[in-house]
């Protein structure tokens, strides 16, 4: 997802990508239900973890390459789809 920004060096306005969407649903369904991840520069993402611990609860990390050249968890979402 991007948003609306100015660049204020020389006042164009400019996209820029500040959030992620997961979309979920039942399998072979259509997804229209999506949660939006905000806070994440898809361009820092090295890699993306969905974890299902049962059909309602889910963990999502957000992964980054750190100065090693191995995955850290840059961000971690946990969500209980009942509560949405």
Same mark, same amino acid.
């Given at each position: ?9 020389d ?6 990508? @500040? ?5 979920? $649903?039942? *399998? $072979? ?10 806070g994440?520069? *898809?361009?820092?993402? %090295?890699?993306?973890?969905? %974890? ?10 957000i ?5 090693? %050249? ?11 789809? @009942?509560?949405?």
């Open positions: 997802m991007y948003k609306q920004t100015t660049d204020y060096f006042y164009e306005q400019k996209q820029k990508a @500040d959030s992620l969407r997961m979309y979920y $649903g039942q *399998p $072979g369904s259509t997804l229209n239900q999506y949660k939006e991840l905000q994440i520069h *898809p361009s820092m993402i %090295h890699d993306v973890d969905v %974890h299902w611990k049962n059909e309602q609860h889910v963990i999502i990390n992964m980054k390459m750190n100065q090693q %050249h191995k995955n850290k968890v840059y961000k971690r979402f946990n969500y209980n789809l @009942d509560e949405m």
